[in-house]
């Protein structure tokens, strides 16, 4: 009965308010001694941390092609335009005979199997194009986005974006990152 009486108090006893406290107070912190960073032996890097500013850079800063980095970018864009809310999957968006065309290349990374007239929530072809790294799921976003046949609509508004972000040194010349003209720095 004791054992049943404790359990019950404990139950219905009430709690304090949850409360998270972090180290110190303090809004500043500094680095003792040299503050250094393994950088590789050749290309180029930077390092910036939000709220802070640049830590350091490496190499030569010149734009070279970014490859499928690029896909962040598309990501960014069609969130700024579709943004979702946590738990949103967004609108149903079809697949078209390009992307399934796309997905029978054999030079590029690429979402095999889709079917034209198949759908997809927005959320599950972001997924396809930044963990698998779909360069026909980043074309097909770009033509939807746009609403037309061409991805020449949505590409301006990536340049667009860089600019607006500061990014001076970056040009887009395509939705996935496959063109070797879309460049960027690491700075950038």
Not at 48 to 55: A, D, L, S, Y
Not at 60 to 86: E, F, N, W
Request: net charge neutral.
């Amino acid at each position: 009965m004791l054992l049943l009486a404790l359990v019950g108090a404990q139950l219905v006893r009430p709690t304090p308010d949850p409360a998270l406290r972090m180290g110190a107070e303090s809004s500043a912190y500094t680095f003792d001694g040299r503050f250094g960073i393994p950088w590789p032996a050749t290309g180029q890097g930077a390092v910036r941390v939000q709220g802070v500013g640049g830590i350091g850079t490496f190499g030569d800063a010149r734009p070279v092609p970014t490859a499928s980095v690029a896909k962040v970018m598309t990501a960014y864009v069609i969130l700024q335009g579709h943004p979702l809310k946590k738990g949103e999957a967004g609108p149903a968006i079809g697949v078209d005979a390009k992307a399934v065309a796309d997905g029978r290349a054999e030079d590029e990374s690429r979402i095999e199997g889709l079917r034209e007239g198949a759908t997809f929530s927005q959320l599950d072809l972001l997924k396809m194009l930044m963990i698998p790294s779909g360069n026909n799921v980043a074309r097909l976003l770009a033509r939807w986005d746009g609403g037309a046949d061409s991805e020449a609509a949505f590409v301006r508004k990536m340049n667009e974006a860089a600019q607006r972000l500061g990014m001076k040194d970056t040009v887009y010349t395509d939705p996935s990152g496959l063109d070797a003209k879309t460049v960027s720095t690491a700075v950038d």
